[in-house]
């Protein structure tokens, strides 16, 4: 089964700075990947996702992320952040990676974008 | 239309009610789905429904029992809840559940307590 890796609980980062969130998965195929946001008190919203194509995928807000097969990774990055992103960011895959009708997403275990003034 | 509709949003229920959480989109996905998200964890699926069929169950205890009434709507039937299961139940849809349409729209979630 898939597995996604966010190392960092929390990143602290002063508003305007750049900022990037990392992600990492497990499989040695073609895989399927999201980045999802959620705000306090809120459900999930979509930033951006990786299906097949240009590694570099450009989401909303400001957002960007960047597919390295070789490195398995998915990192997201924003080149200036507002007080306004803080909230738990979601990175996560398709499982199976080919789809099919058990697809389903698998979650990281989140990362806190704390954006200070 | 993108939205998922969950109700209510704050529910509070003793472990000998019996309640129901709903959920409506009007996308016309064919693929929704029922979360268990506890704090500071990352949501955990339930079950699946695919043309109002039910297509996974991820080994859910059976006092959670789904229901896809039709194409726009999801119920979660909740009887003798345990405290453990207090957390934020997010309903989620997309177009069909393939990987190019795996997009997910997620609703506010439903904050359940059990007391």
């Known amino acids: 089964a898939q597995s996604v890796t966010q190392l960092d609980s929390q990143v602290p980062v002063f508003e305007e700075a750049p900022v990037e969130l990392r992600c990492n998965y497990s499989?040695?195929?073609?895989?399927?990947l999201f980045w999802y946001v959620q705000y306090p008190n809120q459900g999930l919203q979509l930033l951006l996702k990786y299906l097949s194509g240009s590694t570099l995928v450009k989401g909303i807000n400001g957002f960007e992320a960047e597919f390295n097969k070789s490195q398995t990774s998915f990192h997201l990055r924003k080149p200036s952040v507002h007080i306004s992103d803080t909230a738990e960011y979601f990175c996560a895959v398709s499982d199976p990676p080919y789809g099919g009708a058990t697809n389903k997403l698998i979650f990281g275990t989140g990362t806190l974008l704390a954006v200070q003034p | 239309d993108t939205e998922v509709t969950q109700t209510p949003k704050h529910l509070v229920m003793g472990m000998t009610n019996k309640k129901s959480l709903k959920c409506e989109q009007h996308m016309g996905h064919r693929a929704m789905y029922w979360y268990k998200q506890k704090a500071k964890k990352p949501p955990e699926l339930m079950f699946v429904y695919s043309y109002e069929k039910l297509s996974i169950n991820e080994s859910v205890p059976s006092r959670f029992s789904p229901e896809c009434p039709n194409s726009s709507l999801l119920n979660l039937h909740l009887h003798a809840l345990q405290p453990e299961d207090s957390a934020l139940y997010l309903c989620a849809s997309s177009q069909e559940p393939e990987p190019h349409s795996l997009e997910a729209f997620f609703g506010q979630g439903t904050r359940l307590t059990v007391v």
């Open positions: 499989s040695s195929v073609s895989v399927y």
